[in-house]
């Protein structure tokens, strides 16, 4: 099976710096994606990282470690916009038809204060 | 593109009545996906489909089935509804390259008395 921790809530300030955290186990990893949500809207997809290192997308970054099951997601210069739930989500490479299925993480309630 | 649409956006049901979910994109994907979304949680994955005619059982298919008859479309009908189905349901599509992420369609909330 897999299982997926994240935080359940941060709290940040207009301007500033988050990192939320990841940490999974699970046996054939084949990727990690982070998801936005926010409250009553579907989830949008943010990032994708399937080898070690950063990858960066404005404002958004995320960070991959496989040998250590972690991930983070960075959020810079923090807007109030960004309150949102955010969810990590882990591929495993079952193979077959299960290619590209998607175990969840309980999500990361960020909010955003002035 | 309209992208994924859900119907409907809202629903009661009464236990032990049956309805279905439906779900269609015009992105052409072959893969796609029904979810449920419990309040303070992540998603669970009911059941998913690579491609019109094959479907499989996610990590909670009880109470569900599912058809896939052509690329578009991907209904989810509910049987025998029971309190333990009020949730909120994402369908979902990706296509088969690339990062394979998956986009959402808006939802169905479901509540069930």
């Known amino acids: 099976g897999q299982n997926i921790d994240q935080p359940t809530e941060m709290t940040a300030t207009e301007g500033a710096i988050v990192q939320i955290n990841c940490t999974y186990q699970?046996?054939?990893?084949?990727?990690l994606f982070w998801y936005q949500q926010h409250a009553g809207e579907a989830p949008t997809f943010l990032s994708y990282?399937?080898?070690?290192g950063l990858e960066e997308k404005g404002r958004f970054s995320s960070f991959l470690s496989r040998s250590k099951g972690y991930s983070y997601l960075l959020l810079k210069e923090l807007q109030m916009k960004d309150s949102a739930s955010y969810l990590c989500a882990v591929r495993r490479n079952a193979g077959g038809t299960s290619y590209g299925k998607l175990t969840f993480g309980q999500g990361t309630i960020l909010t955003v204060h002035p | 593109n309209a992208g994924v649409t859900q119907t409907p956006k809202f629903r009661i049901l009464k236990i032990g009545q049956s309805m279905t979910l439906q779900c269609t994109q015009d992105m052409n994907h072959n893969y796609m996906y029904w979810y449920r979304q419990d309040p303070g949680m992540g998603l669970k994955l009911i059941y998913y489909?690579?491609?019109?005619?094959?479907?499989d059982k996610g990590e909670v298919p009880n109470g569900y089935n599912v058809s896939r008859s052509t690329t578009e479309d991907f209904p989810l009908r509910l049987e025998l509804a029971a309190p333990s189905q009020t949730s909120v349901y994402f369908c979902?599509?990706?296509?088969?390259?690339?990062?394979?992420?998956?986009?959402f369609g808006p939802g169905t909330r479901l509540t069930v008395t």
């Open positions: 979902a599509s990706s296509s088969g390259t690339g990062g394979h992420e998956q986009y």
């Open positions: 489909s690579v491609g019109a005619g094959i479907t």
């Open positions: 990282n399937v080898l070690d």
């Open positions: 699970t046996s054939g990893f084949n990727g």
